[in-house]
Every structure is written in C-alpha cells, then in structure tokens.
C-alpha cells in the first residue's frame, strides 16, 4: 500500500511539474535597474537570493537584508564573482521578527541611502511545531513575516515617497485563501497553535497589509503589490513537524515545485517591470493579477489589521508618512 501511495505521489507529482513548466510566468523586461536602490528581505536563499541576483544583474544597488551576517556575506560575495553582474551588493543585518532589530535596520538605510526605489519583504519562515512567542511578545511566524515588514515599510515609507516612483513588494503565499473565518482576535495564533494556521494567517495578513497601504498612498508615486510565487522547494518547509503528511507533501514538493529562479519571476515583475507601472494594490500569480480569497477583499478587515499592527509594533506618530 505504501508503495502504491508512493507512486501516485509521483506521478501526480511529475503531471503537476510539466503543468509548471508550460504555464509559469516570467518576467520579460529587460530594463535596466542602474542607479536603482533595492532593498531585499531574506535575500540569502531561495526566491530572494535569485530576486537579488537578477537586479544586481541590472545594475541596482542591492541592499541584502538578513539575519546572519556570515551567509549574507558569503552570497554577497558569490554574486560579486559573477562576471555579469552590472550593481553593487550590499548587506545588511535584519532580523524581522525582533522588532529593535527592524529599527536598527532602518535607521542604519536611513542614515546612509539619499533613494530606496524598491523595497521587497520576501522573508519569512513557516510555523514551528509549537508556539512560539518573541521578546516583544508577538508569535513568532506573524511577527516574522507581517509585523516585522509593517513596521519597516511605515519606517522606510518617507524615504521611498521622496524617492517616486518608487514600489513595494510583498511576498504572500496561495496559503493567504486557506483562512476562511479569520478575525483579528488570530492575530495572537492560540488555542490550539497550528503551524500551518499560523503561517496561512500571516500570509493574508501580507495581503490585507498590501491592500490597506495602497489606499493610504495612492497618488504619492509609491505602489505596492502582494504575490504569491508558486510551490517552490525553499528552506522554509525545513522547520516543518516530521509526519507522514509532511513525508507525502515533501515529495510532492521535490517532484512538482518549481526551482527558485522561476520561483523569483514575479517578484522580478513587480520590482522592475513597465506593465505594472502604476499598478497598485493588486495581487499576483504567475506575472499575472489573481484573486485571492474573500478575506482578504475585506476593507473592514485590511482597516483593523492596520490599526491592530501600528499598535502590536509600537509605531509612532512622528513615524507616520501616508
């Protein structure tokens, strides 16, 4: 029987990865990013690591946001050995889900960069096993990847409205339409702790967040947009609870998921590419607007999440800039 299983795994798998292949989106600007400041999130590994490596290809200067200095280096270091590289690679330490380690961040951007062009929140991390709660007493997985990128888009926010037309990018995930009945009282993801309800949670949040930020910007030059990249085989699933439902969905994941650089497209297509240009407040899949689910349509909830994060980071009114 488990053999059996296996194999329709497997052949599920591969249909799903020649379906990949025939219909995924890719960026296909080719405009140059020189003079551009880009800032990336969890540029380390994964989707970011190629997001950054393709606009250092077109000559941005690229600010690598990450929790461990050492790597960052080292990828930096890598990507300024590629003989195509046109930019300059610069790194930074972020850690998102430490809220002083967000203000250091900005503060340190903010004191040595005149434009930020782009800013693309891509970390993120999937849900441990068992709740987790930071010195700021957040969960971990929304603090992660919503609270810590509220907090520095609002702080970074000023400088990227004196440096329009400039975007923002926000890395969501197809879990945002799996979180049907969500209330803000979610936010605190408890009784009982799901890793997989928290990580869906904070990727609606990513959504509503997007939402919510284009309204108060419109007509300042700054857009944002939210997307979900695809099933790509990144380390995030690494922290996820060994058990035969992850066995199945690993090997899903290795035989369908697509490989970081195609994973990386529509991030590349938000941050560069002219058929957005203007485009706000939207979502995408593939390169292409989508739907997301009813939740995150929801104008009472994108407003409440708002006013729920500027308290939960503690953001100031002398740090308000729409």
């Not at 951007?109 to 930020?116: F, G, N, P, T, Y």
């Amino acid at each position: 029987m488990w053999l059996e299983m296996v194999v329709a795994v497997v052949v599920v798998g591969v249909s799903l990865r020649l379906w990949y292949t025939y219909t995924s989106g890719r960026c296909t600007s080719t405009r140059s990013m020189a003079g551009k400041t880009v800032i990336i999130t969890g540029g380390t590994a994964g989707i970011g690591k190629e997001t950054a490596r393709d606009l250092l290809h077109r000559g941005a200067r690229v600010i690598i946001a990450c929790r461990n200095l050492e790597k960052g280096c080292k990828v930096a270091g890598e990507m300024r050995s590629d003989g195509s590289s046109a930019g300059e690679v610069v790194v930074r330490r972020l850690d998102t889900s430490v809220l002083s380690s967000v203000r250091a961040f900005a503060k340190e951007v903010l004191d040595s960069e005149k434009a930020i062009h782009v800013l693309i929140n891509n970390a993120g991390i999937y849900g441990m096993g068992k709740r987790q709660v930071t010195a700021d007493g957040l969960e971990l997985t929304m603090a992660t990847n919503h609270f810590g990128h509220f907090l520095l888009t609002n702080l970074l926010l000023g400088r990227l409205k004196e440096s329009a037309p400039s975007r923002i990018v926000n890395v969501s995930s197809l879990a945002q339409k799996h979180t049907s009945g969500f209330t803000l009282n979610d936010l605190v993801i408890n009784n009982p702790y799901n890793p997989s309800r928290a990580y869906g949670f904070s990727k609606l949040c990513n959504v509503l967040f997007t939402r919510e930020l284009a309204d108060k910007m419109a007509g300042s030059g700054v857009t944002v947009n939210s997307l979900h990249p695809g099933l790509v085989r990144t380390e995030i699933f690494d922290a996820m609870n060994f058990s035969f439902t992850t066995i199945i969905f690993n090997i899903l994941l290795t035989v369908c998921s697509k490989g970081a650089v195609s994973g990386a497209q529509t991030n590349i297509h938000l941050a560069v590419s002219e058929e957005v240009e203007g485009v706000t407040g939207r979502y995408f899949v593939d390169c292409k607007e989508a739907d997301t689910c009813a939740e995150a349509r929801s104008k009472d909830l994108a407003t409440g999440l708002w006013v729920s994060s500027v308290k939960a980071v503690g953001l100031k009114q002398e740090e308000i800039h729409y």
